[in-house]
């Protein structure tokens, strides 16, 4: 791994526009569960069908229940790990262009990264069904599910449910990043929900290298990653940008 990582830095210190993909993998560390890793709340329903578009309009009350309330108690108490950490240093040394993130949790803006674009919309937000009105999660008031907007619809979050399309403006930019990137750090996602996955193929096909870090190898491993630095974001990052600062 120490091979890798000295890669990595040096990739890092030429490469003249750097993106990043993330997925849930880079919040683990922050306490938030992943929907496809071991543990807790998601291993005891299916999350394609409880964050489901089909299943939030037939049922709101439930996907509050079990997935929206328990999402906002976690959420709420989150803070940014040395992964986010590590991505707001690279984007202070100017290593670093723009984060495409597939989480929800808002917790890149928290580090300090400026340039975030949220492939998956943004659970910071509520708004409503009928209106389209937004309010700040944390000032929902959930001690009635579900929550309800002034004109008396139904609150949902402001994220993008499985069925549902990836906001316009965040597919078109993601694409533009990806093609105009010469360098694409891949963190902690298993790249199997689409088509957040197609990203990384986006900037291999112009050009740019592809760094994943990820405990697991994924799908792109081998097809698409110059190569996979195996370890959790944290640590990795940490010493990445210690490297880094050796060099520049
Ligand atoms: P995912 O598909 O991104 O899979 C998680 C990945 O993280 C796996 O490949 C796993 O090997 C890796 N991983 C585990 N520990 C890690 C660590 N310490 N460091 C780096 N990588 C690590 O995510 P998912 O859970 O299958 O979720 C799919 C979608 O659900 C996401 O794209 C997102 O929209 C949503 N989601 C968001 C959050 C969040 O906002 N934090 C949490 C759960 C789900
Ligand atoms: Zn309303």
Aim: with cysteine; net charge neutral; proline share 6%.
């Amino acid at each position: 791994m120490k091979e890798l990582i000295k890669q990595a830095a040096e990739d890092l210190a030429a490469a003249r526009n750097v993106v990043a993909l993330t997925g849930a993998g880079i919040s683990i560390e922050s306490g938030i569960p992943p929907f496809r890793g071991k543990g807790g709340l998601w291993e005891r329903f299916d999350p394609m069908e409880i964050a489901h578009i089909d299943t939030l309009m037939r049922d709101p009350a439930k996907v509050w229940k079990i997935l929206v309330k328990e999402m906002k108690e976690i959420v709420d108490r989150a803070r940014p790990n040395d992964g986010h950490k590590g991505l707001a240093k690279l984007e202070a040394r100017d290593k670093l262009q723009t984060i495409i993130t597939q989480n929800i949790d808002g917790l890149h803006q928290a580090a300090g990264n400026t340039d975030v674009i949220e492939f998956h919309g943004t659970f910071a937000w509520q708004r409503c069904m009928d209106c389209n009105k937004k309010y700040e999660t944390r000032k929902v008031d959930i001690s009635e599910i579900p929550p309800r907007c002034e004109c008396g619809g139904i609150l949902r979050p402001d994220a993008v449910f499985f069925g549902e399309i990836i906001p316009p403006e965040a597919m078109r930019r993601s694409r533009q990043a990806a093609t105009d990137c010469d360098l694409m750090l891949v963190i902690g996602t298993s790249a199997v929900v689409q088509p957040a996955a197609m990203i990384p193929v986006i900037a291999k096909d112009n050009g740019a290298k592809i760094v994943e870090i990820n405990p697991e190898r994924t799908p792109l491993t081998d097809q698409i990653s110059d190569y996979l630095i195996m370890g959790k974001a944290g640590e990795v990052m940490n010493r990445i940008v210690s490297d880094l600062q050796k060099i520049i």
